[in-house]
């Protein structure tokens, strides 16, 4: 499974940006999909996830305001961002679970900067 993350960019804290993500190859083997984040010397964190049955889960400091989705016809994910913070400045990857355990795939990650 390929992956290629778009969307990301600069918006001024309380701004909005969406991302997007594309699965393209072995995409029947795509199962949970998710977003996660990588601040400057910060660790890799999860942001959100969806599964197939579109039960979600969210980093308790994006609740509220961050929104997963997917659309398994397209093999895309999405991330809606509203209510941006300076804190969620930070590199954002798409990833995927395959349906074959231990095989997971990263995109490229993109840039999202949010000024105060």
């Known amino acids: 499974v390929q992956l290629q993350a778009s969307g990301g960019g600069s918006v001024q804290a309380g701004g909005s940006l969406r991302l997007s993500c594309a699965a393209s190859?072995?995409?029947?083997?795509?199962?949970?999909m998710g977003w996660y984040r990588q601040a400057p010397g910060n660790q890799r964190e999860l942001v959100a996830s969806?599964?197939?049955?579109?039960?979600?889960k969210y980093a308790d400091s994006v609740k509220g305001r961050f929104t997963i989705s997917r659309d398994d016809a397209k093999n895309m994910v999405y991330l809606q961002m509203n209510g941006l913070k300076p804190e969620d400045t930070a590199v954002y990857y798409c990833?995927?679970?395959?349906?074959?355990?231990?095989?997971?795939?990263w995109g490229q990650g993109t840039l999202v900067t949010v000024s105060s």
């Open positions: 969806i599964l197939r049955s579109g039960s979600t």
């Open positions: 990833h995927v679970d395959s349906v074959v355990v231990g095989l997971d795939y």
């Open positions: 190859g072995s995409s029947w083997s795509i199962n949970v």
